[in-house]
């Protein structure tokens, strides 16, 4: 079982993506469940590595347009989320992990 981490941009950011009524925190503690335990993921959250990192970076889709980046470090077992909301926002702007 991994030790969760959060920053404070994914707070931020996560709040604005429930309290606009669009995403379900239900679907968020699904896949939030499964890593801290890592369990496979479906093939649906379309997990995989950002390229060109400089740390090993991961997204998966919560659903098709809510987006979580997160990290693992395997030595330490701490699971960081990094940031989440959809492409738009982490992605309508060069962004820096």
Known sequence: MLKLRKTSLFKKQYKKMISSG?????????????LVNQEPLDEKYNDHSLVGQKRPVRELHINPDW?????????ELILTVVQTGNHSDLFGHKQQF
Do not use: A, S
């Not at 669009?22 to 499964?34: A, M, P, R, S, T």
């Not at 987006?67 to 030595?75: M, P, S, T, V």
């Open 22 to 34: 669009q995403y379900k925190e239900e679907d968020f503690v699904e896949v939030l469940k499964k």
């Open 67 to 75: 987006l979580l980046i997160y990290l693992i470090d395997d030595e």
